[in-house]
């Protein structure tokens, strides 16, 4: 990397960066959970190198820290991958003591190919798909998650954060200005450093659970959007432990409150055009938007272990619980699996509500994606719209892990647009994480049958 890389930089690096001196540049990449691994270098370190190297074994770990028995036919060699630098994602870490850089790095192999397995690149491969059928994606992610109180046992409940006004923070506030105002601390600190990081939050709202908020994001790139919700994770956590409470993006960490979603909007430009081809030239509903709805309905189970990725997403599907039950697809109606917002011609687009918050953003965006793709590549039709309560339909998805499971690795469909490798090595991460939690007795478990069976 030439000397003068600094002249690369987005504005918003340059900005912050302005007369100041830049210390430390974070190198990191996204592994399978979305958690940040890299290298911290000096600033007149990362100038000078090209790139830098980890093992692929990171992509191998479980959520535990244990090892899935993924590394394939070689054997686990722990090969180091080159990392390459995208100089675009270069951002801000204002939380930190010195004047900081973050970079997202692309994994690759020694003949320069991409790891298939790594996120950032899963995504990156299905987007292609789209741009060589001559479309654009395009998606608008929701970030949902509970500010909870500082919480150093596993064995305790967790429980919400206290507020300004000194009292916890209630629930069923949804949208209660009152209720934001009681996280206005945290919240100034996540706007903060946000504008450091060059990141636009359309609105952040109070949600239905005791200290749950949202934040949405702007529609955009698929690849930039997965990028800017890994950021914010991060930016979410650091703001939330200023001040003295912890941040959480499980998918249902409180029983009696409603989970987090990462609710995701997606609609498709032609790129020739620049028309959403979701609408027809007098402004109607067309076969592609059809498609993309009936590839959803049918290709959603098959990727609903990516979508839910851990034992306590499946927590978060409970009737009447502000969280799907099923497949079922209505227009403006949140009581459905896949809905179809209020918009007109140019903006219609399509959600899918069945995402949790705890998935990787990367990898959740590409199996979303890759249903719609499927769908209208396989010209699919979509079941007739649902009016009406949907929690009153039966319920058609996975409730546990393991059957998700089941599904995923017999999706091939699925597959050959994710990538075949990469769901290998998915699958076995995976099923070694559920492996390890059948192993653990729960504390109802110790109550109700010690003693009684």
Same mark, same amino acid.
């Given at each position: 990397?030439?000397?003068?890389?600094?002249? +690369?930089?987005?504005?918003?690096?340059?900005?912050?960066?302005?007369?100041?001196?830049?210390?430390?540049?974070?190198?990191?990449?996204?592994?399978?959970?979305?958690?940040?691994?890299?290298?911290?270098?000096?600033?007149?370190?990362?100038?000078?190198?090209?790139?830098?190297?980890?093992?692929?074994?990171?992509?191998?770990?479980?959520?535990?820290?244990?090892?899935? %028995?993924?590394?394939?036919?070689?054997?686990?060699?722990?090969?180091?991958?080159? #990392?390459?630098?995208?100089?675009?994602?270069?951002?801000?870490? @204002?939380?930190?003591?010195?004047?900081?850089?973050?970079?997202?790095?692309?994994?690759?192999?020694?003949?320069?190919?991409?790891?298939?397995?790594?996120?950032?690149?899963? #995504?990156?491969?299905?987007?292609?798909?789209?741009?060589?059928?001559?479309?654009?994606? &395009?998606?608008?992610? %929701?970030?949902?998650?509970?500010?909870?109180?500082?919480?150093?046992?596993?064995? +305790?409940?967790?429980?919400?954060?206290?507020?300004?006004?000194?009292?916890?923070?209630?629930?069923?506030?949804?949208?209660?200005?009152?209720?934001?105002?009681?996280?206005?601390?945290?919240?100034?600190?996540?706007?903060?450093?946000?504008?450091?990081?060059?990141?636009?939050?359309?609105?952040?709202?109070?949600?239905?659970?005791?200290?749950?908020?949202?934040?949405?994001? #702007?529609?955009?790139?698929?690849? +930039?959007?997965?990028?800017?919700?890994?950021?914010?994770?991060?930016?979410?956590?650091?703001?939330?432990?200023?001040?003295?409470?912890?941040?959480?993006?499980?998918?249902? @960490?409180?029983?009696?409150? @409603?989970?987090?979603?990462?609710?995701?909007?997606?609609? &498709? &430009?032609?790129?020739?055009?620049?028309?959403?081809?979701?609408?027809?030239?007098?402004?109607?509903?067309?076969?592609?938007?059809?498609?993309?709805?009936?590839?959803?309905?049918?290709?959603?189970?098959?990727?609903?272990?990516?979508?839910?990725?851990?034992?306590?997403?499946?927590?978060?599907?409970?009737?009447?619980?502000?969280?799907?039950?099923?497949?079922?697809?209505?227009?403006?109606?949140?009581?459905?699996?896949?809905? &179809?917002?209020?918009?007109?011609?140019? *903006?219609?687009?399509?959600?899918?509500?069945?995402?949790?918050?705890?998935?990787?953003?990367? #990898?959740?965006?590409?199996? *979303?994606?890759?249903?719609?793709?499927?769908?209208?590549?396989?010209?699919?039709?979509?079941?007739?719209?649902?009016?009406?309560?949907?929690?009153?339909?039966?319920?058609?998805?996975?409730?546990?892990?393991?059957?998700?499971?089941?599904?995923? %690795?017999?999706?091939?469909?699925?597959?050959?647009?994710?990538?075949?490798?990469?769901?290998?090595?998915? *699958?076995?991460?995976?099923?070694?994480?559920?492996?390890?939690?059948?192993?653990?007795? *729960?504390?109802?478990?110790?109550?109700?049958?010690?003693?009684?069976?």
């Amino acid at each position: 990397m030439s000397t003068d890389w600094t002249s +690369k930089l987005p504005d918003a690096a340059k900005e912050y960066l302005t007369d100041r001196r830049l210390d430390e540049v974070e190198c990191i990449i996204s592994d399978l959970p979305g958690i940040a691994r890299g290298k911290a270098v000096p600033a007149s370190k990362f100038g000078k190198q090209p790139y830098f190297h980890l093992p692929d074994s990171i992509f191998y770990q479980t959520i535990t820290g244990d090892w899935g %028995e993924a590394a394939g036919e070689e054997g686990f060699i722990e090969r180091d991958m080159i #990392l390459k630098p995208d100089m675009s994602t270069a951002s801000a870490a @204002p939380w930190t003591g010195d004047w900081t850089l973050q970079v997202i790095h692309d994994a690759y192999d020694r003949k320069d190919k991409p790891i298939p397995y790594s996120p950032r690149n899963v #995504l990156k491969r299905v987007v292609d798909l789209y741009r060589k059928q001559g479309w654009e994606p &395009v998606v608008a992610p %929701e970030m949902e998650f509970y500010l909870v109180a500082r919480n150093l046992d596993p064995a +305790k409940k967790i429980e919400p954060m206290m507020g300004r006004s000194g009292r916890p923070a209630a629930a069923r506030q949804a949208y209660s200005m009152t209720a934001v105002d009681e996280f206005g601390p945290v919240i100034d600190d996540i706007y903060d450093f946000a504008e450091a990081q060059g990141f636009e939050i359309d609105g952040i709202t109070q949600e239905g659970g005791a200290g749950q908020l949202e934040i949405n994001l #702007l529609h955009g790139d698929p690849v +930039k959007l997965a990028d800017e919700v890994f950021y914010f994770k991060r930016l979410i956590r650091e703001a939330a432990m200023r001040h003295d409470c912890f941040a959480t993006f499980m998918a249902k @960490p409180i029983a009696e409150e @409603p989970g987090s979603a990462m609710h995701i909007h997606h609609s &498709v &430009v032609d790129i020739e055009t620049g028309q959403n081809i979701f609408s027809g030239p007098q402004g109607g509903e067309t076969d592609a938007f059809f498609h993309f709805l009936g590839g959803m309905q049918k290709y959603l189970p098959s990727a609903i272990a990516v979508l839910a990725p851990y034992v306590n997403s499946y927590r978060r599907y409970v009737r009447d619980h502000a969280a799907p039950i099923n497949l079922a697809w209505g227009r403006d109606n949140r009581t459905t699996g896949i809905r &179809v917002p209020l918009s007109g011609p140019a *903006s219609r687009r399509i959600e899918n509500r069945l995402a949790g918050m705890d998935c990787n953003p990367y #990898l959740g965006i590409a199996a *979303s994606l890759a249903c719609g793709y499927l769908g209208m590549m396989n010209e699919c039709w979509p079941d007739k719209q649902f009016k009406g309560d949907a929690y009153d339909g039966e319920e058609d998805i996975p409730r546990v892990m393991g059957d998700a499971l089941d599904v995923f %690795e017999g999706a091939k469909e699925m597959h050959e647009v994710l990538g075949e490798e990469f769901a290998r090595v998915y *699958s076995i991460v995976k099923r070694t994480e559920y492996e390890e939690f059948l192993q653990v007795i *729960s504390p109802w478990e110790r109550e109700h049958l010690l003693l009684n069976v």
